[in-house]
């Protein structure tokens, strides 16, 4: 009834922005991404018959919004297991939480896995990530690591809204590298910023009904390890999602002025070669993703940005998996 796993961020690169359903959380449109390897949470889950309520410890802090959110998740494992039992959980983030890095993604990723390995249900990688997505849909993809897809389905149940990998992070490495422009959390939840897009976004309707071709280029850029095409498909699908937030009402401006400074320096890197494109997800903060050998180029010229007050550096790595299990 004690179980501890990790699990990594994600960074989309088609994007996930818009539900068909918010009870099970179904995404709108299916997404792409990468996992990353040097950012990690780790969760511990013990259920305990001598427990009232759950009891939730989120980076050393108890937070009634965090546990009703992470007790309503656990609740669905319970009625699995056929068990009433309360839990304690112990979750860590050794990076900036809530600050546009896909913390929710790692965060119920590691708490679907840590949940099945406390209660013995061993669920299979695509039932984790069918549950992982009722947390947070980005938490879908984080089981798995790699290049990793996940499908919006057409099924009112959600069964077939789930993530696959499509490529393991050795078959092709590259780095993300990481720039802070802001540390704290973000002002609009991705919640709420994806029901103010879907409800007063003029462009909502052209947003998702993009996708679905922005996949087919990006499946095809990976299959082909061609990193002009999924640079080009990428900052696309990230500028076209964004400009659809833009049009929201009132608008959702997640960059500030370092955001822009980052993508102009990005521009400059790639006109003298260097293969590199940006990303940039509900927050200030820029991802750019590059050849493994461009990485510590594309981090100086990132970390010389005044406004950039922190650089990560990162590959890719594994999916989500139990480090530790008892009882
Ligand atoms: C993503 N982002 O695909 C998108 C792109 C940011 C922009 O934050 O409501 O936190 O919990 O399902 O998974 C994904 O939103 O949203 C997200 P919920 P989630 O990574």
Not at 21 to 28: E, G, K, Q, R, T
Not at 66 to 79: E, H, K, N, V, Y
Not at 85 to 110: I, K, M, Q, Y
Not at 216 to 227: K, L, P, W
Request: net charge neutral; hydrophobic share 50%; proline share 3%.
């Amino acid at each position: 009834m004690d179980a501890a796993a990790a699990a990594q961020p994600n960074i989309a690169l088609i994007k996930y922005w818009g539900k068909r359903d918010d009870a099970l959380n179904l995404p709108a449109a299916g997404s792409l991404s990468i996992t990353l390897d040097a950012l990690h949470t780790r969760t511990a889950v013990r259920f305990d018959a001598a427990l009232a309520d759950d009891d939730v410890v989120l980076n050393g802090k108890r937070d009634p919004e965090q546990t009703r959110r992470i007790g309503a998740f656990l609740d669905l494992f319970r009625a699995r297991a056929g068990v009433t039992t309360r839990a304690h959980v112990e979750t860590a983030n050794d990076f900036p939480t809530g600050a546009g890095l896909a913390s929710s993604a790692s965060g119920f990723a590691a708490l679907a896995v840590a949940a099945d390995g406390a209660l013995g249900l061993g669920l299979t990688a695509r039932e984790l990530s069918r549950l992982a997505r009722r947390g947070s849909g980005s938490a879908a993809r984080s089981i798995f690591g790699g290049y990793v897809e996940m499908a919006a389905g057409t099924r009112a149940d959600g069964t077939d809204a789930f993530a696959s990998p499509l490529l393991d992070a050795a078959e092709w490495p590259l780095g993300v590298v990481i720039a802070i422009t802001m540390r704290g959390t973000k002002a609009i939840s991705s919640r709420a910023g994806m029901r103010a897009s879907q409800l007063t976004s003029r462009y909502y309707r052209e947003w998702i009904a993009s996708v679905p071709n922005d996949l087919v280029t990006a499946r095809a850029a990976i299959a082909a390890r061609d990193f002009q095409q999924l640079a080009d498909v990428s900052e696309a699908n990230c500028l076209a999602m964004h400009a659809m937030m833009l049009a929201a009402r009132p608008a959702l401006i997640y960059w500030n002025g370092a955001t822009l400074d980052c993508i102009q320096r990005i521009r400059a890197l790639q006109a003298d070669g260097i293969e590199v494109f940006f990303t940039i997800d509900a927050g200030p903060q820029v991802k750019a993703v590059c050849l493994p050998g461009a990485t510590a180029t594309v981090a100086g010229a990132l970390r010389a940005i005044g406004g950039v007050q922190d650089v990560l550096i990162s590959g890719l790595g594994g999916g989500a998996r139990l480090v530790e299990r008892r009882g």
